[in-house]
């Protein structure tokens, strides 16, 4: 099975610049879903965020790594443009995933 927690870290370092806290990252079945970006509130009324994958994606796979940048994109929504949560795929989303996808990608060329 995947570290998932290192994966998040990796995926942190190279796209987010490790600015983004770790996260609780549960294997959870959805029907027909991949992953779910998940905000929950506290007994004191603080928001609560965890990443939820479905089981296939603790093996690995070539999908995991941009699935849980997708998830991460929202974590980070909700950590800088709070205002941007009620719509799912905000126009500052798409900005930011379209920003880490290309550094995601670039980084994955030079490996090869």
Known sequence: MINLDEKFKL???????????QILIKIKSRA???AA???????????????ELNPRLSRG??????????????FWIALNRPEEMSEEHSDGFE?????VG??????????L
């Open 37 to 51: 970006f998940v905000v929950d509130t506290d007994e004191l009324g603080n928001n609560t965020y965890s990443i």
């Open 102 to 111: 290309k550094i995601w990608w670039e980084n994955e060329l030079k490996s």
């Open 32 to 34: 027909n879903v991949n």
């Open 11 to 21: 995926i942190n370092n190279i796209c987010f610049k490790g600015d983004l806290p």
């Open 61 to 74: 796979g070539s999908d995991l790594e941009p699935i849980l940048l997708h998830e991460m994109v929202h």
């Open 95 to 99: 900005e930011k995933a379209a920003e």
